[in-house]
């Protein structure tokens, strides 16, 4: 397998980076409680960057990997709370458990349909996550099960939730604005030779306090780039 060496500055092997664009104060605040909440492992640290008034989501992700050398950077949305108070070692196992694994989600699929590469729509979609929909209601959404182990190969994963180890650049060239930069990075990874993953979860790691949105033309343009310039 050809895994590319990752940039040729040196990344903290001791270190992880919570990487989140913002443009909603409070829901961000929030979501600082809960990763304050978060048990570190022994001799690591852990970095916040906030990236405010990014143009885009791969622009804003591109400039705060570059301003990070952390080993370690996990890019989430602002209204993502993580709830699983272990993430940390458990992220930390699964990349020690396979060298090749470069990132790793908590929701995807296996394989991305033809038509339209929307890992929602595929019948091999994985993972789960808790949903808040109002103040009141929150319900946990089971996408699909992944049976033993403590992974599942994926061939794109959703940007709720997107830990890596090593730094491939993020395709400001082609996606400019908020869609499909979350299936594209999953495909550089795996160009690059190395695996992305789906963590198996007991019970969902993260909230988000977010409904999904509906597919507009803007969804579809970047659809049409990503299938453009990506076999999958």
């Known amino acids: 397998m050809g895994v590319a060496s990752g940039q040729e500055r040196k990344l903290d092997n001791s270190k992880f980076c919570f990487i989140a ?12 409680l809960y990763l304050e909440q978060l048990i570190v492992p022994p001799g690591m640290t852990v ?9 885009s989501m791969t622009a804003g992700y591109q400039q705060a990997m570059e301003a990070s050398d952390a080993r370690y950077k996990i890019y989430i949305h602002q209204d993502v709370f993580i709830v699983n108070k272990h993430l940390l070692q ?11 694994i470069g990132m790793i989600g908590l929701a ?7 038509n339209e590469p929307i890992w929602w729509t595929s019948d091999t979609r994985c993972g789960m996550a808790y949903s808040k929909k109002s103040f009141e209601e929150v319900r946990k959404d089971v996408f699909g099960v992944i049976e033993g182990g403590s992974f599942a190969r994926a061939g794109a994963i959703d940007g709720i939730f997107m830990a890596t180890c090593c730094d491939l650049p993020w395709r400001t060239d082609l996606f400019h604005g908020w869609h499909f930069y979350d299936i594209s990075q999953s495909r550089e990874f795996i160009n690059h030779g190395y695996k992305v993953v789906l963590a198996r979860q007991q019970e969902p790691w993260v909230l988000h306090a977010c409904n999904r949105k509906s597919i507009d033309e803007s969804y579809r343009k970047n659809m049409r780039i990503f299938q453009a310039n990506y076999k999958y």
Not at 47 to 55: F, K, T
């Open 21 to 32: 664009c913002v443009n909603d104060e409070f829901l961000y605040e929030e979501s600082v």
């Open 47 to 55: 970095d916040l960057l906030a990236v405010r008034g990014a143009p």
């Open 90 to 100: 458990d992220v930390l196992d699964i990349f020690r458990s396979d060298c090749s």
């Open 108 to 114: 995807g699929a296996v394989d991305l349909p033809r």
